[in-house]
């Protein structure tokens, strides 16, 4: 059998030589070229085909190919019939991508020098990586998107375009952009003067039977396109098809705009998640470190997609070494949160001041430990703010109920401190914090019972809150069937199913307060 290096491609070759002649002849004669008949066209005498725009923040690659490549086939079969084909191409420049990108560039020429000089190691990969953390920490309801059945990919776009690049220079760099050249591209519209033209070139050698007098690219850059669409604009507004209103959506307080899903740099494919904030009113008289914040109500404020089990409260869970704060949602009103959620918030106009969090008083979750707070359903008065290792600052608020019936975190994280002193001594939790308060049956879930918690994590022997994986298959079970199957045994909604009672409960919460 002959080697690879001995292996002839004389009919490769061949084809690619007569692929070559016929394309300059095909822009010689124009062939792609489309102008209307003298007269009507008859039905299968006419053509048209069209292709979303693709985004110009890079070469294009075998993605756009493979999905063109059906677009040109169809196209081409009909100009063999004879039929008036009209192929007509355009580029997207317009949205957040291409700014981001320059604006990153912009920002480490800043910090690195022009050329940069990076560092070596790199501590944070936030800006271009999905990190996948601990997906089974307590406090974070995942599974019950894939209750309602949503599922989201991580691989976004822009980390294909990447290459697995962590700094813009080096992506641009990777791509053959010289040195000397890749500090314009700080300026957007150098992208957009940039890649078109090298797509248009690529598509020619595609082969792709396109009548380029009707190519175009997006933005106010193209005065056409930019009146077309405020025509658009001002025809739906005078109609009453588009309204200025208020909604939530991903928002960039950088650019002081909406961050739309194929305007981000990095997280395609992330939409808001709706939360129902659970206000825990702390109990006067404040300790001495809260006195700052007397004649103000202060809440300790959880988030949760599962208002429905807000009957089974034993307690708070926050992170003993997180950085909390007590932030001004009004003139009466305090909410103890992490930093990050107060921001959030601010932008909700869930602050005194908007878009701006002011924080009254630092806190780390240390300073939280014992405070007894009253929260709204629980059939315990009053419950208790305990230690969870496991809680991420980054999502929610840092603060988080328990509702050991129905959580197989938070079951396990309460047997943990019950059972073992040494781990209370360590974060000075006193036993009359803990110890009297037993799980509450709220949810009749079959086949688990009214302590689903209790009983699966039983039956999976799991002896610890450090058993992530099978606490991981544990709250799945737990929170399918209980969504799904489970009937409120307590409370207003008695007898209803779950998926009934949710949404009530959740408005009931919403409507005291």
């Known amino acids: 059998m002959a080697s690879e290096t001995s292996r002839s491609f004389v009919r490769r070759d061949r084809l690619r030589e007569i692929e070559s002649k016929v394309q300059k002849w095909w822009e010689e004669k124009q062939v792609f070229k489309s102008e209307p008949g003298n007269k009507p066209p008859q039905e299968g005498e006419k053509f048209f085909g069209n292709f979303p725009f693709p985004y110009m923040n ?65 501590d944070e990969l936030e800006n271009l990586t999905v990190v996948d953390k601990d997906k089974n920490a307590g406090g974070n309801d995942e599974n019950e998107n894939a209750v309602a059945g949503k599922f989201k990919g991580k691989k976004s776009k822009v980390a294909a375009k990447s290459g697995g690049q962590v700094y813009q220079w080096e992506i641009m760099r990777s791509v053959g952009i010289s040195d000397a050249e890749i500090s314009e591209f700080q300026d957007p519209y150098k992208w957009l003067s940039y890649f078109p033209p090298l797509a248009v070139d690529d598509l020619k050698a595609f082969g792709f039977g396109c009548d380029w007098r009707r190519s175009f690219i997006t933005t106010d850059m193209n005065p056409y396109f930019d009146a077309f669409v405020r025509w658009h604009m001002r025809k739906l507004k005078a109609s009453g098809k588009v309204v200025k209103d208020v909604r939530y959506t991903v928002f960039s307080p950088l650019d002081g705009q909406p961050c739309a899903d194929h305007d981000r740099a990095s997280g395609e494919g992330v939409q808001p998640q709706e939360y129902t ?77 908007p878009q701006k969090p002011t924080c009254l008083l ?44 129905d959580s197989p ?72 069937k209980g969504f799904t199957d489970g009937t409120m045994i307590v409370g207003e909604f008695k007898d209803k199913k779950v998926q009934e009672a949710k949404p009530l409960i959740r408005s009931k919460l919403l409507e005291t307060g």
């Open 277 to 353: 904030i659970i206000k825990m009113e702390v109990v006067s008289p404040f300790p001495e470190k809260f006195k700052v914040l007397e004649g103000k109500k202060v809440f300790l404020a959880a988030a949760t997609l599962r208002p429905e089990t807000m009957y089974g409260q034993t307690n708070a869970w926050v992170l003993p070494d997180g950085k909390y704060g007590a932030f001004e949602i009004n003139e009466t009103e305090v909410f103890v949160v992490a930093h990050r959620a107060a921001l959030n918030l601010a932008y909700q106009n869930h602050s005194r001041v």
């Open 58 to 122: 890079g070469y294009l690659h075998l993605g756009h190919a493979f999905s063109l490549s059906k677009l040109e086939f169809a196209a081409a079969f009909h100009r063999l019939r004879g039929a008036n084909v009209l192929l007509p191409f355009a580029f997207h420049c317009t949205g957040m991508p291409i700014k981001a990108s320059a604006d990153k560039l912009a920002r480490e020429i800043q910090q690195f020098g022009n050329p940069p000089v990076f560092p070596e190691e790199i």
């Open 409 to 480: 975190d938070d079951y396990m994280a309460l047997q943990d401190l019950k059972s073992k002193a040494a781990f209370r001594a360590k974060f000075g939790v006193k036993d009359e914090w803990v110890l009297p308060f037993e799980v509450l049956p709220i949810i009749e879930v079959p086949p688990f019972g009214n302590k689903c918690a209790e009983t699966v994590c039983l039956q999976m022997k799991i002896k610890s809150q450090n058993e992530k994986d099978k606490l991981a298959e544990a709250k799945k079970q737990t929170y399918l």
């Open 362 to 405: 630092e806190l780390t979750g240390q300073d939280l430990i014992g405070l007894p707070v009253k929260s709204p359903l629980s059939l315990n008065e009053i419950i208790y703010v305990l230690p969870m290792l496991s809680i991420l600052m980054d999502k929610g608020t840092g603060v988080v109920t328990s509702v050991p019936s």
